[in-house]
């Protein structure tokens, strides 16, 4: 294989590793379907030993052909630059993990006001109009329940929102405040 197939190789290879680890990572934020978590991790596993596979199949050229040593070089360093931008997707998922992303709806016909999060990390909504919603990032801070009370005509009410969670079960859901809700866990 000549010098410039070896570097488009190693182009192409940290140019499709990028964007297809970027979209996986962008889905998960999304939507923080487990589903996508896995692929994630296979996807991690394959790309590593296809880049590695490369890149001393680039640096085996690199040896061998003084005369274009330094092209083959930076292509390798253009293929590493995907590591520290997968670090970056990692640690950002760890945080997801541990984080319950709630979009509070206010279902009722009222406006509501100081909305209390209690349980793991808390939280707070000051107001909320009759079909206004707001998502509140919670920290979950080991096993807990998630609830919340707020003011609706003057009067307190409570509702669960998460009867349990705990480390991990980081995700993405929604609750409407006075109205039905699909028990998420």
């Given at each position: 294989m000549t010098t410039e197939r070896h570097i488009k190789l190693g182009r192409q290879t940290a140019l499709i590793s990028f964007v297809l680890g970027t979209i996986i990572f962008l889905l998960y934020f999304l939507t923080s379907s487990f589903d996508l978590l896995l692929l994630g991790v296979g996807f991690i596993s394959l790309t590593v030993l296809v880049n590695i596979g490369i890149l001393i199949l680039i640096l085996v050229k690199a040896y061998k052909d003084k005369e274009n040593r330094k092209k083959l070089l930076k292509t390798c360093g253009v293929m590493l630059v995907n590591i520290p931008v997968m670090l970056l997707y990692c640690w950002v998922t760890v945080i997801l993990l541990d984080t319950m992303r709630i979009t509070f709806i206010n279902s009722t016909q009222t406006t509501l006001t100081n909305i209390n999060i209690s349980g793991c990390g808390g939280g707070?909504?000051?107001?909320?109009?009759?079909?206004?919603?707001?998502?509140?990032?919670?920290?979950?801070?080991?096993?807990?329940?998630?609830?919340?009370?707020?003011?609706?005509?003057?009067?307190?009410?409570?509702?669960?929102?998460?009867?349990?969670?705990?480390?991990t079960m980081g995700k993405k859901m929604k609750h409407n405040i006075g109205g039905k809700n699909v028990e998420q866990f």
């Open positions: 707070h909504i000051d107001k909320l109009e009759s079909g206004e919603s707001e998502t509140v990032w919670v920290d979950i801070t080991g096993d807990c329940s998630i609830n919340i009370d707020y003011l609706s005509k003057g009067q307190r009410k409570e509702e669960g929102v998460g009867g349990y969670v705990t480390s």
